[in-house]
């Protein structure tokens, strides 16, 4: 019914700088919230950033003033905008959209969807 599909991941030293995509598809009749976690190896998956169809943004305390998400609602494509990358940014970094309502034959649902993941490695 609906896809997450990112990219923009891979190898950068610290200090260095990435920028991640995904892009929602499929049935989608409206997305408020788009968001991106990571799950570093034997570490739970954890929130990086969220942003509201409106705009409104939630960061994790680690990554405040070094990251930037953002959204372009036509396109239904989220953006997160890493600066100063440290080596403890590495991880594996999911897309999530909660709650999409999806347009269906004869009504609406509304579901939770997750991209595949892309690595992000920091080091030198």
């Known amino acids: 019914q609906v896809q997450l599909v990112e990219s923009g991941g891979g190898s950068v030293q610290p200090g260095g700088s990435l920028r991640l995509s995904c892009a929602a598809s499929?049935?989608?009749?409206?997305?408020?919230?788009m968001g991106w976690y990571r799950q570093a190896p034997g570490k739970q998956r954890e929130l990086v950033a969220e942003?509201?169809?409106?705009?409104?943004?939630n960061y994790a305390d680690s990554v405040k003033g070094r990251f930037t998400i953002s959204r372009d609602n036509a396109k239904n494509t989220v953006y997160l905008q890493m600066n100063s990358l440290k080596p403890d940014d590495t991880a594996v970094y999911y897309c999530k959209a909660p709650g999409v309502t999806v347009r269906l034959p004869t009504t609406f649902e509304r579901y939770d969807y997750w991209g595949q993941g892309t690595q992000v490695t920091v080091s030198s």
């Open positions: 499929g049935s989608i009749f409206s997305i408020n919230v």
């Open positions: 942003i509201t169809k409106d705009g409104i943004t």
